[in-house]
């Protein structure tokens, strides 16, 4: 027996239910939402938490960020990788 849902006045089988938006959809892990601004920077480091810890540290050592810059590890959809975010503000010379 196949089960139906209604979407919007819709029959929609199972099979296409996966392609349909969350109705209800989940807080963030972490909110990027701000003022626009050109001066911000984002990276991303994302893989296996061995590699983007060893990418925050090489960062580190180079002068670059300090590693509670960084996110707390947030998990991807793979297996056994993770993402860390840095929110960076640059100052843009005027002799660019």
């Given amino acids: 027996m196949m089960t ?3 979407h919007r006045d819709r029959l929609i089988t199972p099979d296409l239910a996966a392609f349909l938006p969350d109705p209800a959809p989940q807080q963030p892990l972490i909110d990027l939402r701000d003022r ?5 920077l984002r ?3 994302i893989g ?4 983007v810890n060893g ?3 090489t960062l580190y050592r180079l002068g670059y960020a300090r590693p ?4 707390r590890p947030l998990p991807t959809v793979n297996p056994n990788e993770v993402m860390r ?3 960076k503000r640059m100052i843009l010379s005027e002799q660019e």
């Fill in 4 to 6: 139906e849902t209604r």
């Fill in 36 to 40: 626009p601004s050109p001066d911000i």
């Fill in 43 to 45: 990276l991303l480091a």
């Fill in 48 to 51: 296996s938490p061995p590699i």
């Fill in 55 to 57: 990418c925050v540290i």
């Fill in 68 to 71: 509670e810059e960084w996110s």
């Fill in 85 to 87: 975010i840095l929110t």
